[in-house]
C-alpha cells in the first residue's frame, strides 16, 4: 500500500481542525443529508465509504440502518484514529481499515453500495480515474456508486473554491473544478448523474450517483 496521500486539509498539522472547518465551510449537514437520502441504506446491505476520514458519513450510514455492515477505509492511520473515537462515542460498529483504492482489488462485487465523499478533488487524475474504477468494480452488479466532491465549478463558484486550492493544491483540484470527474463518469456504461449541485463557501459540491451494471454477471436465459 503506498503511503504517499494527502492529509486532511491538505497538511497534517491541520487534521484535529478537520471537522471542525468542514461543517462550517460546506454547508456539511445539508450537503450529507442529501447524499444519505441518495444513498438510501437498507439493513443487511455491505456498504464501503473509500476514503472515509474521521467517519463522520460511516456513522451516518450505520445510525440510519443499524443493520448494515460498512467497511471505512482511509490511508491516514491518524485520521482512522479520530474515527474510531467517533463511532465509540455513538455506539456503532464499523470496520476500520488502512488502505487506498487499489486494495480492493481482491474484492470484486463484495459489496451493495459504494461510497465516497470529498476524496477525488485532492488526487492525481491517474488516483481519480483508478479511484473510481475501483469503486465500480467492488460493487455487484445492480449495485451503485455515490461520490460527493467538489466536480465542476462555474461561475463565482471557480473563485470561492480557491480556498480548496489553497489547502489542497492547485493541480489536483483543478482538474476537479475543469471537469475531471464529469469525463471520468461519462465513460462507464451505467447511467450516472448529478442528483444535486450544493453551493457552499468554498465552492461547488456534487452529489453523484451511478447504477453499476457488470456485463460479465448478468444471467443468461
Same mark, same amino acid.
Given at each position: 500500500? %503506498?503511503?504517499?496521500?494527502?492529509? !486532511?486539509?491538505?497538511?497534517? !498539522?491541520?487534521?484535529?481542525?478537520?471537522?471542525?472547518? *468542514?461543517?462550517?465551510?460546506?454547508?456539511?449537514? $445539508?450537503?450529507? %443529508?442529501?447524499l444519505?437520502?441518495?444513498?438510501?441504506?437498507?439493513d443487511?446491505?455491505?456498504?464501503?465509504?473509500? /476514503?472515509? /476520514?474521521?467517519?463522520?458519513?460511516?456513522?451516518?450510514?450505520?445510525?440510519r &440502518?443499524?443493520?448494515? =455492515? *460498512?467497511? /471505512?477505509?482511509?490511508?491516514?492511520?491518524?485520521?482512522?484514529?479520530?474515527?474510531?473515537?467517533?463511532?465509540?462515542r455513538?455506539?456503532v460498529?464499523i470496520?476500520?481499515?488502512?488502505?487506498?483504492? %487499489?486494495?480492493? !482489488?481482491? &474484492?470484486?462485487?463484495?459489496?451493495?453500495?459504494a461510497?465516497? &465523499?470529498?476524496?477525488?478533488?485532492?488526487?492525481?487524475?491517474?488516483?481519480?480515474?483508478?479511484?473510481?474504477?475501483?469503486?465500480?468494480?467492488?460493487?455487484? %452488479?445492480?449495485?451503485?456508486?455515490h461520490?460527493?466532491?467538489?466536480?465542476?465549478?462555474? /461561475? $463565482?463558484?471557480?473563485?470561492?473554491?480557491?480556498i480548496?486550492? =489553497?489547502?489542497?493544491? $492547485?493541480?489536483?483540484?483543478?482538474?476537479?473544478?475543469?471537469?475531471?470527474?464529469?469525463r471520468?463518469?461519462?465513460? $462507464?456504461?451505467?447511467?450516472?448523474?448529478? !442528483?444535486?449541485v450544493?453551493?457552499t463557501?468554498?465552492?461547488?459540491? &456534487?452529489?453523484?450517483?451511478?447504477l453499476?451494471?457488470h456485463?460479465?454477471?448478468?444471467?443468461?436465459?
Amino acid at each position: 500500500m %503506498s503511503q504517499a496521500f494527502t492529509p !486532511a486539509l491538505g497538511r497534517e !498539522a491541520l487534521t484535529p481542525l478537520y471537522d471542525l472547518v *468542514i461543517r462550517l465551510l460546506t454547508r456539511e449537514r $445539508y450537503w450529507r %443529508s442529501l447524499l444519505l437520502e441518495q444513498v438510501a441504506p437498507h439493513d443487511g446491505e455491505n456498504i464501503l465509504d473509500l /476514503g472515509c /476520514g474521521t467517519g463522520t458519513f460511516a456513522i451516518m450510514l450505520k445510525l440510519r &440502518s443499524p443493520g448494515v =455492515r *460498512i467497511l /471505512g477505509i482511509d490511508p491516514d492511520l491518524g485520521i482512522l484514529q479520530i474515527a474510531r473515537k467517533k463511532a465509540r462515542r455513538a455506539g456503532v460498529e464499523i470496520e476500520w481499515r488502512q488502505g487506498v483504492a %487499489s486494495d480492493l !482489488a481482491g &474484492s470484486p462485487g463484495t459489496f451493495d453500495k459504494a461510497v465516497s &465523499s470529498l476524496v477525488f478533488h485532492q488526487v492525481t487524475q491517474r488516483e481519480k480515474e483508478a479511484g473510481i474504477a475501483a469503486m465500480v468494480a467492488s460493487v455487484r %452488479s445492480g449495485g451503485e456508486v455515490h461520490i460527493a466532491d467538489y466536480a465542476q465549478q462555474r /461561475g $463565482y463558484m471557480r473563485q470561492l473554491f480557491r480556498i480548496v486550492q =489553497r489547502l489542497d493544491g $492547485y493541480e489536483n483540484t483543478q482538474a476537479n473544478a475543469d471537469g475531471a470527474l464529469e469525463r471520468i463518469f461519462a465513460r $462507464y456504461d451505467g447511467p450516472t448523474r448529478a !442528483a444535486a449541485v450544493v453551493a457552499t463557501p468554498t465552492g461547488a459540491i &456534487s452529489l453523484f450517483r451511478m447504477l453499476v451494471d457488470h456485463p460479465s454477471e448478468r444471467q443468461v436465459p
